[in-house]
């Protein structure tokens, strides 16, 4: 097969959470394990991280193989969704896996796993855990697809497990409730092993203080003591936000502002998250110093290929995308917006079926102009049903019927000093990536 029949393959004849929801979820981690002893437990050959959280954990798992690639490191990082190439789940050292690695795997292996029924997941996860032993990385960042305690990268034992933040999503698998959601996600603490808080309330501290006493694993709450105190450049002037630090315990973060080439307002926590993490990695020799953390932060979307974080991909008019798509992730991109400099904004929406889209509208500009569309998932709300909710919070546009037409339409609407987003959900920034 060519690499396209191998990814249509992988897509149609397994169950893919993103293209057909809840029906591809398998918890448990039987399926996950059967294909681990078969390849003879790849990710045993290499140190992990492991990342959980409601967001930002893919931010938080770009920017760590960041500064550990600068720290000379060989990194393997696996996230997902991919945005436009399959392989964007899958690199080492910021490349992709290849087309050709793609292939052979499903090509060698298929005898074996077609019988176990995997879910696109399930195999993506082993394909990636195979990848990194066969690359004979150092060192591996990998984020969890969907809760943690269930989910198909809990087979790993880490050096450090990152839990970002908890917020409703999800709910149709992880619970109803901030607890039960805590629990899920604390499923990734291991016996022994460190694990960073990146932000705790009262209802989901409990539930990661006893999960971590419980496996006697030494458990820092990142809010407690604040590394970052704040940022500057809160716009397209700087070439990156100025991260602020508390200089403590003899500057050990040196001079105390740090570049981050992400922008988003939410970046400001999940930098704090970060330094916390390498707080225990340096500990642990793993990290190079000051020098690597700049480098990591300064760079992590050329070192690592990230995308869709408040990514500026356009100019006269500013044309951002950000990947932000539940209630937890909007509350920063809606203030981001409101904040935002400009003439006019043109706002590119859609939103996919389990998202609390009521919500997430309540929190949209009222004087925007809007482009209403669907993503080209099976999962996408309707745009009918997407300008129905709009209209309810007094939000005004008209509807395209997929994410090209839309981001036509507002481009050609803008003037040169107007401001163009494109988000709602991780597909509708994946289908506006492709189109460009």
């Known amino acids: 097969m060519t690499y396209k029949e191998t990814t249509e393959y992988l897509f149609h004849s397994t169950p893919v959470f993103e293209k057909i929801g809840a029906a591809a979820y398998k918890p448990g981690l039987g399926t996950t394990e059967a294909l681990d002893a078969y390849f003879s437990h790849p990710h045993r050959r290499y140190k992990c991280i492991h990342v959980a959280g409601t967001n930002g954990k893919g931010s938080v798992s770009h920017t760590l193989a960041a500064i550990l690639q600068a720290s000379g490191h060989k990194v393997g990082l696996f996230t997902s969704p991919h945005l436009v190439d399959f392989r964007e789940r899958i690199r080492v050292n910021g490349e992709m896996i290849s087309q050709q690695e793609v292939v ?76 039960l959601i805590a629990s899920e996600k604390a499923g990734i603490i291991k016996c022994g092993v460190p694990v960073v808080i990146g932000e705790a309330d009262e209802h989901t501290r409990p539930v990661f203080a006893r999960t971590a006493f419980e496996h006697r694993a030494p458990i820092i709450f990142a809010e407690d003591d604040k590394i970052v105190v704040g940022n500057l450049g809160k716009d397209y002037d700087s070439p990156a936000y100025l991260i602020n630090l508390k200089v403590h315990e003899g500057e050990r973060f040196g001079e105390n502002r740090i570049a981050y080439e992400l922008h988003g307002y939410c970046q400001e926590k999940n930098a704090n998250t970060i330094l916390w993490a390498c707080e225990m990695l340096q500990q642990e020799g793993l990290i190079d110093g000051i020098s690597a953390i700049r480098t990591g932060f300064g760079h992590v979307c050329e070192m690592t290929g990230l995308m869709g974080r408040w990514q500026r991909v356009h100019t006269h008019p500013t044309v951002v995308c950000d990947t932000g798509h539940n209630v937890g992730g909007w509350q920063y991109i809606s203030e981001q917006l409101r904040h935002q400099q400009c003439e006019q904004m043109h706002i590119v929406f859609g939103m996919v079926d389990d998202k609390d889209i009521d919500t997430v509208m309540s929190m949209l500009p009222k004087d925007a102009a809007y482009y209403f569309t669907q993503a080209s998932t099976h999962r996408a709300i309707p745009v009918e049903r997407v300008a129905e909710v709009a209209a309810t919070h007094q939000l005004t546009g008209k509807t395209y019927p997929d994410v090209a037409s839309a981001f036509r339409a507002a481009l050609a609407s803008a003037l040169a000093e107007d401001f163009v987003f494109v988000g709602g959900s991780s597909y509708v920034v994946a289908d506006f990536l492709a189109c460009l």
């Open 104 to 179: 052979d795997f499903v090509a060698e292996h298929r005898h074996f796993f077609e019988p176990l029924h995997p879910s696109f997941f399930e195999l993506t996860t082993i394909m990636a855990f195979w990848y990194f032993a066969k690359q004979e990385v150092d060192i591996a960042v990998i984020e969890v697809g969907l809760g943690g305690r269930l989910d198909s990268t809990n087979i790993i034992t880490p050096i450090l497990s990152v839990i970002t933040n908890i917020s409703f999503d999800h709910t149709q698998f992880l619970g109803n409730t901030l607890e």
